[in-house]
């Protein structure tokens, strides 16, 4: 990843054993936190390190004032959509997606199908 893109935004680790083994990468766009990265080394994968970052994620969200969390993701394979929408994550209203995040979709259609991708969100209950 472009160190750039971590400049923007905040990341949350994952260690065991004082080894770094996960991350993600949080970053504001239209005044909700978009979810830019998560990753698990494939080596300790299966053992809920992912889905304790995306709550880690959402919890930092909320703490901040975000009222919800967005993200980008494929379609398939299980672990990117299918794995978001198992943690409460929906597909995002047309009419809900800012000019930041429309920008990043509009970056991601110069490399990708379109149609293998989604926008997924998850409001936050604030308070």
Known sequence: MAAERFATGWIIVAEEAARLVGFTLNQPFDGLMYLA???VL???GGRSIGAELLQASIASAREAGYP??????FRRPPWNGPWFRKHGFSP??????????RGMLDRHAQFHDMATRETLWKQIPLG
């Open 37 to 39: 990265n998560i990753a």
């Open 42 to 44: 494939p080596d300790v």
């Open 68 to 73: 919800a969390v967005t993200l980008a993701t």
């Open 92 to 101: 995002m209203p047309e009419d809900e997606i800012g000019p930041d995040l």
